[in-house]
């Protein structure tokens, strides 16, 4: 993410919170290290359609693993696949940098958010309630050398992203049925 694609990036962000923008300390280390540490995707005009921010945290700094802090895609262009794209590019660009790999928190019912990482390789290492909000979410890593399914593994097969589709629809499921059982009891 260029310096000039950060009041773009930022925007999307508010957009997708209500309106409420990101936090003023990451507003800075983006501003500082967006080059590094943030991706985003285009439309054809040059407008910011899609980002996503990283950041590392104790955990991460200590299993050597850059931690996914929020990606979104503006509603119009979403089921495209481009948060499959943008956390692929985010992967690529890591591994190119010596991180061991990628975490993510995501919450068990954004089944729009728990596909592409599947999709992608992303193994479930823990599900637990935030204490916050309350809800059910997973934590997710994927280590570049071991869980990466690289975009020629996907495309070995010529249904592609549809190869993977049944497991991934399976475990999105599970996941999604787990916690309506926990709801009911
Ligand atoms: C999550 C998000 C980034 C996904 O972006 P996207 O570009 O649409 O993602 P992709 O197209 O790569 O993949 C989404 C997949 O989920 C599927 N999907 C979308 N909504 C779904 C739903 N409600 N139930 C089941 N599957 C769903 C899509 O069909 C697609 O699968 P497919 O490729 O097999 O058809 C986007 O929905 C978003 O910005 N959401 C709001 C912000 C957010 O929740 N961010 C994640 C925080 S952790």
């Known amino acids: 993410m260029s310096r000039s694609h950060l009041a773009g990036a930022l925007a999307l ?34 407008r910011v359609v899609g980002a996503a921010f990283y950041g590392f945290s104790r955990r991460d700094l200590r299993e050597g693993r850059v931690h996914s802090s929020f990606s979104g895609v503006h509603p119009s262009h979403r089921g495209r696949g481009l948060a499959t794209e943008l956390r692929r590019s985010a992967i690529l660009h ?73 497991e991934v629809e399976a475990q999105a499921q599970a996941l999604t049925t787990d916690r309506q059982r926990n709801a009911a009891s």
């Open 94 to 166: 890591f591994h190119a940098n010596g991180v061991r790999g990628y975490s993510a928190r995501i919450s068990v019912d954004n089944a729009a958010s728990l596909k592409p990482s599947l999709r992608l390789g992303f193994r479930i290492i823990e599900r637990y309630r935030d204490p916050s909000s309350g809800e059910q979410r997973c934590y997710l890593v994927c280590d570049f050398a071991t869980d990466y399914f690289t975009e020629g593994q996907l495309a070995k097969d010529k249904l592609g992203r549809a190869a993977q589709a049944p």
């Open 13 to 46: 962000y508010s957009e997708l919170h209500d309106g409420r923008p990101l936090d003023l300390p990451r507003r800075w280390l983006y501003r500082l290290a967006g080059e590094r540490l943030g991706v985003v995707v285009l439309d054809i005009s040059g």
